[in-house]
């Protein structure tokens, strides 16, 4: 509730233990009690010590709380229950402290490594892109919030097959099924990557993104239709990795190689434009190329095969293959073909031996390091123009040499004491294949070190996935939610979505504001909160069915509920102000608030500092527990409580200045405990609704 206090009452109890009964105190946690008018802190320990004394916690209860030697801001202390000893705070001091309390808390040594969003540079960004990278740049948010240093990472998968689909299409148009609609797109590609890194002239930033998407949805279907044409895909992929490793080759490979570079490096540029719109940013941008090219994955090789972590199969199914054998292992046991191929029969490696490879430079453990330079994207002016998610830095991507690296970014980057891994949950097997290698690799310290921040998927429901332009089948429509598939064309872009939010908020903004101007920056901020707190409201384990009317209610676990509130504190001072009362509180009359009368601190509006004041013990659970639904639902608490105390405690009826002022501090509290929040959850507060 106040920096510092939790630890104080702590010691207090350590100290009363070892006063009266010379014991140490065993691990209790400080609970806050459901009712306002049980206190603002419950201290269970007694049931704790009770195991040790051997005594009823009742009476070990009775003993303790006359003991305790509280901070001032302690005003009196009960015996509840069957051996709670409850605290209740000096609420006009209480709400002073946490009034000028400092926002900032210093935290753990070290850094957190977080990697997200990841993907494919190959086609438009996709609705599950957007769970993937809210979640990750709200959990990066709340790490800062705490005071740890956060680098945060978007790896790019540039030689995968996905790539090399496009290029096929790209470069083998009458090959595939529908032969001149290919060729259309593909010639309209090619005159989007020619003019790269600048727009083509009339083509919209995210033009080829859409185009791409199509392409790659039609190259699916032709292979489903012929399966010989996957050699393509064969000798392309070869061509790619060869690229990036080095290899001699022929000129065609080259231009295929320089070709599938080329349209990585431009819808890399598309998806960041994207996830930038909705308050996403990144440090550094990993590349698989790289990782190739800097040869780690051999050096991971190495000290796997060093380790006896991998073996070459000689018969079987996996003859030929150098494989993790994981059957019966710890967190594999049950699994019905546990062990995993790291490097196929033919040489090549496995998306997971790639991952193993990046994990262990994460960790710092590799022993080599890439080379970086700023990425190659400009605005008009010549500055970068993609930032970190400092706001300031310029975002950097690796290198596979020294040649125009910057020399100064060496040893920036990796090396996490932690590093979180935001995938979804169907990639919860290669996961724990990544992190099993890294233990086997001789780094238990580093497999504890790795965690798998894992989420459920992104679907749509009928309604919202028809007014997005998919067409359904009967059955469809009966279904709950649907599922999108990329490879198959079936799926809602990114950028789809998040316009068509902006459409239906300016809708409403008009609906309730007829002949208003059209204010579009008002619609987008409307927009991006309400798909913000969408994608973080839900518990990460729970399929999201993303439904427009839903999100943009103005009621409910919603975003613009949780913005009309925080607007709604703002417009109150503006009111006082307008009718010749103070507005918000400066530093000295805020300080002033502890010489207040209690009698003007009656439960109902305790009850909102009492909840504001969990806001940095939210915080630290939704660390801990990776779970940040837990923000949403602190917010949603804490503009329910507001909204009762608007309602409840009017200021310009209140009897007197001393109730007026307490009442002013009370939603100066809110209004900084929103901006606080929504801060960390990424969602814009507008000045209007």
Request: aromatic share 6%; hydrophobic share 45%; net charge negative.
């Amino acid at each position: 509730m106040i920096p510092g206090l939790k630890r104080e009452v702590e010691a207090a109890v350590e100290d009363a233990c070892r006063r009266l009964w010379g014991v140490e105190p065993p691990r209790f946690v400080i609970e806050t009690p459901p009712k306002v008018e049980h206190g603002d802190l419950a201290l269970p320990i007694a049931f704790e010590l009770a195991k040790v004394l051997r005594r009823p916690p009742r009476k070990i209860a009775e003993e303790l709380a006359p003991a305790l030697v509280l901070p001032p801001i302690v005003a009196r202390r009960t015996v509840e229950g069957g051996g709670y000893v409850n605290l209740f705070l000096d609420r006009p001091k209480a709400l002073a402290a946490m009034l000028v309390a400092p926002p900032a808390v210093a935290g753990a040594a070290g850094k957190v490594i977080v990697e997200h969003t990841n993907i494919n540079p190959n086609k438009a960004a996709h609705i599950g892109h957007l769970r993937n990278a809210v979640l990750g740049d709200v959990l990066v948010h709340v790490f800062r919030r705490l005071g740890r240093r956060v680098e945060v990472q978007n790896y790019l998968d540039d030689t995968g097959v996905q790539v090399a689909d496009v290029v096929v299409g790209l470069e083998h148009p009458g090959d595939l099924a529908e032969p001149q609609r290919a060729a259309g797109l593909a010639g309209e590609i090619r005159e989007i990557l020619a003019a790269f890194p600048d727009d083509a002239p009339g083509v919209s930033a995210r033009r080829l993104g859409d185009l791409t998407w199509d392409l790659y949805a039609l190259v699916t279907r032709s292979y489903a239709a012929d399966p010989s044409l996957e050699e393509r895909r064969k000798g392309t992929l070869h061509a790619i990795e060869g690229a990036a490793l080095g290899h001699e080759m022929s000129e065609e490979e080259h231009a295929t190689a320089a070709l599938a570079a080329r349209l990585a490096e431009a819808v890399v540029r598309c998806h960041l434009k994207t996830m930038e719109r909705i308050g996403v940013s990144y440090d550094l941008l990993p590349r698989e190329s790289d990782i190739l090219g800097r040869q780690f994955w051999a050096r991971a090789f190495e000290l796997l095969k060093a380790a006896g972590a991998t073996q070459l199969e000689t018969e079987g199914k996996n003859a030929g293959c150098w494989v993790m054998k994981l059957e019966g292992a710890k967190d594999f046991e049950g699994m019905e073909d546990a062990d995993k191929v790291l490097v196929r029969s033919n040489g090549t490696v496995t998306y997971t031996g790639k991952d193993v490879a990046y994990q262990l430079w994460k960790l710092g453990v590799l022993g080599i390091d890439f080379e970086y330079e700023v990425t190659p994207y400009v605005t008009p002016f010549g500055g970068p123009e993609f930032v970190a998610s400092d706001g300031v830095t310029p975002l950097y991507r690796t290198r596979p040499d020294a040649e125009g690296a910057d020399p100064e970014a060496k040893g920036r980057y990796g090396s996490g004491d932690a590093v979180i891994n935001v995938i979804d949950v169907r990639q919860s097997y290669p996961q724990k294949v990544v992190k099993e290698a890294v233990r086997r690799a001789g780094f238990a310290d580093g497999a504890d070190r790795s965690v798998h921040f894992a989420y459920e998927m992104v679907a749509l429901t009928p309604g919202s996935a028809e007014a997005l332009g998919v067409v359904l089948s009967d059955e469809d429509r009966g279904k709950a939610y649907l599922e999108m598939s990329g490879r198959k064309g079936l799926g809602v872009k990114a950028d789809d979505l998040v316009e068509r939010l902006v459409e239906k908020a300016l809708e409403q903004i008009l609906a309730r504001e007829p002949g208003a101007p059209v204010d579009l920056s008002r619609a987008e901020a409307i927009a991006i909160g309400a798909l913000r707190v969408y994608m973080t409201r839900f518990s990460r384990n729970k399929v999201i069915a993303f439904d427009f009317d839903d999100a943009l209610a103005f009621e409910g676990d919603t975003g613009p509920y949780l913005q009309y509130a925080a607007v709604r504190t703002a417009n109150i001072f503006k009111k006082l102000e307008e009718k010749g009362f103070p507005g918000r509180l400066d530093e000295a009359e805020a300080a002033s608030v502890a010489t207040l009368d209690a009698a003007h601190f009656d439960d109902g509006l305790w009850d909102v500092v009492r909840t504001c004041g969990r806001t940095l013990e939210t915080f630290e659970k939704a660390a801990e527990t990776l779970e940040v639904s837990l923000l949403v639902r602190h917010a949603l608490a804490v503009c329910t409580a507001f909204h009762h105390l608007y309602h409840t405690h009017p200021i310009l009826q209140a009897e007197n200045d001393e109730s007026r002022r307490t009442r002013r501090a009370a939603i100066q509290l809110v209004q900084s405990t929103l901006d606080d929040v929504l801060g960390v959850l990424g969602v814009p507060i507008p000045e209007r609704m």
